[in-house]
T-cell receptor, first 115, second 117 residues
Framework: AQSVTQLDSHVSVSEGTPVLLRCNYS??????LFWYVQHPNKGLQLLLK??????LVKGINGFEAEFKKSETSFHLTKPSAHMSDAAEYFCVVSALSGGYNKLIFGAGTRLAVHP | DVKVTQSSRYLVKRTGEKVFLECVQDMDHENMFWYRQDPGLGLRLIYFSYDVKMKEKGDIPEGYSVSREKKERFSLILESASTNQTSMYLC????????????????FGDGTRLSIL
């Protein structure tokens, strides 16, 4: 069965320092993986997606993620945090279930950015 | 840009009421989804639809039903609301690529925060 685990429920960084949000997945076949961001009182916005092309995926707002099959990881990074990056981030795997592809969400990582 | 619109941002209802949550998308997407979001649990799929008048149960369908009479509109119905259905409800839509199998990203509305008293 497919699953995704976000290793940190909360991450706190200072503005201008790097961001690392960790995600491990479990999939019995080559997965499609996504990162979404949710700002307070808003819906989820797609940051980036991996679909078996390049292992390093670039997304919006300076975020990128690297697919590492040997480690079953898909960690999200950004070189320099901005105050506007404070939000909740979800790692998501696309899974076959009953003949359809559905999205399976991690529990989320809340990112706090301090001045 | 894709626009997924949920009819209410905040809703307060009483136990036992029948509650309707409406969602409309403007991108001609085949797929539509309803999720609920609770702290520490992430998003859980309630129901989804891959075509007009077609519906499939997700992971937590109990106490809910759905209706998809038109391609752009997907309604979630709480048949008899209970306090444990107090939650944030998110609607999403996506294209269907490659027939039934799709890894298209889903596009989300801003959510409806529902309180059942």
């Amino acid at each position: 069965a497919q699953s995704v685990t976000q290793l940190d429920s909360h991450v706190s960084v200072s503005e201008g320092t790097p961001v690392l949000l960790r995600c491990n997945y479990s999939s019995s076949y080559s997965p499609s993986l996504f990162w979404y961001v949710q700002h307070p009182n808003k819906g989820l916005q797609l940051l980036l997606k991996y679909t078996s092309a390049a292992t390093l995926v670039k997304g919006i707002n300076g975020f990128e993620a690297e697919f590492k099959k040997s480690e079953t990881s898909f960690h999200l990074t950004k070189p320099s945090a901005h105050m506007s990056d404070a939000a909740e981030y979800f790692c998501v795997v696309s899974a076959l279930s009953g003949g359809y592809n559905k999205l399976i969400f991690g529990a989320g990582t809340r990112l706090a950015v301090h001045p | 840009d894709v626009k997924v619109t949920q009819s209410s941002r905040y809703l307060v209802k009483r136990t036992g009421e029948k509650v309707f949550l409406e969602c409309v998308q403007d991108m001609d997407h085949e797929n539509m989804f309803w999720y609920r979001q609770d702290p520490g649990l992430g998003l859980r799929l309630i129901y989804f639809s891959y075509d007009v008048k077609m519906k499939e149960k997700g992971d937590i369908p109990e106490g809910y039903s759905v209706s998809r009479e038109k391609k752009e509109r997907f309604s979630l119905i709480l048949e008899s609301a209970s306090t444990n259905q107090t939650s944030m409800y998110l609607c999403a839509s996506s294209f269907k690529a490659g027939g039934l199998y799709s890894n298209q990203p889903q596009h989300f509305g801003d959510g409806t925060r529902l309180s059942i008293l």
